[in-house]
């Protein structure tokens, strides 16, 4: 079947960036982040350029669906460009500023969008990656699959709608994930409902061919859940979570982030007492500021709708690069390199109550 290049775009000055790649196959909308060497961070060219492919698509009746995947084998998208973010601020540029309204706009439009999409979280899937696939119906993981919200170890919070998916996480296993942003793999993906379906990388290629060749219903959402219980399955044995889950839900439980790191150190749930100290151990190294945010941002998001979480987070973030940890972070990370970051500030003891409450006012 030839490979036809969607003729219309939205905003056609972009012409695609060639960092997002599009083509329609046999009723399919197939998009790619195609920045392999970055690990598909995305810049604010590819947010625009992946919204508008996605509302051409909305209006075209021949499409039925789409499949958003990361080019290469090693990240289907690592997040947000952040050094480029934190260039733009340093210059006293906006496009920070645009950077999160929009890509935060286009993660709410993937979450309402009217046609099934697939989401194939091949390799990393990070940060702003968990955005877009996370708005998905269908969120694919293979072998080669790390999920993370890790946003805290550069002294930011979990955003493009974290509030809202991993405060519905069982337990409070979406609290231990935001506030130590720790790397996940398929069998957990699947066990805490952050991912529906696992294929092995090696049917990918397979999973292609039968898309192409998909005879359409009247259901185009049961035709794609369909192929996939051919060829994968959803659930996986031995998901670590699970057997965590008892010291997770105690720990995490706990009223602030003080006490969690406290008790991980002095008690003993089940059979966890090296996962508890490697778990108080990492916390320690992480901005005190971003996961006392990330803790009460969370909590709130369990009682808030979809659109407030994404309302709540755009109101932190437009506060954070002036009076939170994100620039030092990615200062002592990505560009100094020296990974001692000066936290402000630096201990838990120092970090007033009122100094979280006021990212927070005027909600």
């Not at 625009?48 to 492919?53: A, D, E, F, N, S």
């Not at 805290?152 to 130590?180: H, K, M, N, Q, W």
Request: aromatic share 8%.
């Amino acid at each position: 079947m030839t490979a036809q290049v969607f003729p219309f775009l939205q905003r056609p000055a972009l012409d695609l960036d060639t960092h997002v790649l599009g083509e329609v196959r046999n009723r399919i909308g197939h998009l790619t982040l195609n920045r392999p060497a970055g690990l598909n961070a995305l810049t604010l060219d590819m947010v625009r350029g992946i919204r508008g492919y996605l509302d051409a698509w909305a209006l075209d009746n021949h499409i039925q669906a789409v499949v958003l995947r990361g080019a290469g084998e090693r990240g289907f998208c690592a997040g947000g460009d952040i050094r480029s973010l934190y260039d733009s601020f340093k210059a006293g540029d906006t496009v920070h500023e645009q950077f999160f309204a929009e890509e935060y706009a286009l993660d709410q439009c993937l979450h309402h969008y009217r046609k099934p999409v697939l989401a194939v979280m091949d390799g990393y899937t990070l940060g702003g990656g968990m955005g877009l696939a996370q708005g998905a119906e269908l969120r694919l993981v293979t072998e080669r699959t790390r999920l993370a919200m890790p946003e805290v170890g550069i002294g930011y919070f979990p955003d493009v709608g974290a509030s809202y998916f991993l405060s519905r996480v069982p337990g409070e296993i979406g609290t231990y994930l935001g506030v130590t942003g720790v790397q996940i793999e398929a069998a957990d993906a699947l066990y805490c409902g952050l991912a529906d379906w696992f294929l092995e990388s090696e049917c990918l290629a397979t999973l292609d061919e039968r898309l192409d060749k998909l005879e359409w219903s009247s259901s185009p959402l049961k035709d794609l859940q369909g192929v996939l219980a051919k060829l994968g399955v959803q659930t996986l044995p031995g998901a670590p979570l699970n057997r965590l889950r008892p010291a997770i839900d105690h720990f995490f439980g706990l009223p602030d982030i003080a006490s969690m790191i406290e008790q991980l150190q002095a008690v003993t749930v089940a059979d966890s007492h090296q996962w508890a100290e490697n778990t108080a151990h990492l916390m320690q190294t992480r901005s005190p500021l971003a996961m006392s945010v990330t803790l009460e941002l969370l909590r709130r998001g369990r009682h808030m709708s979809l659109d407030e979480c994404f309302a709540m987070e755009l109101h932190l973030d437009q506060q954070w690069f002036e009076h939170g940890d994100l620039i030092e972070g990615v200062r002592a990370l990505l560009i100094d390199k020296d990974k001692k970051p000066r936290w402000n500030p630096p201990t838990l003891e120092l970090l007033e109550p009122a100094r979280v409450e006021r990212f927070f006012e005027g909600l």
